[in-house]
């Protein structure tokens, strides 16, 4: 039996961390920045936690 490949559009767009959460990055950070304002930017920057649901089908995705 062949190995199983790690999905490597999930791999480039999801994390797992040490406890097992899967993170995500926010939408709206990479393009038409400059009506965006620098409050919203920030507010956007840092990875949010995946819903349950999905994060099952990505954990599948990623091998773990």
């Known amino acids: 039996m062949p190995k199983m ?3 490597s559009g999930a791999k480039k767009r ?3 961390t040490g406890k097992g959460k899967v ?3 926010q939408a709206g950070g990479r393009h038409l920045l400059e ?3 620098s409050k919203f930017m920030r507010s956007i ?3 949010v936690e ?3 649901p999905d994060a099952k089908k990505i954990k599948k995705l990623l091998g773990k």
């Open 50 to 52: 995946l819903a349950k």
């Open 5 to 7: 490949k790690t999905h």
């Open 23 to 25: 993170m995500r990055e």
């Open 45 to 47: 920057a840092n990875d």
């Open 14 to 16: 999801f994390r797992i």
């Open 35 to 37: 009506h965006k304002s």
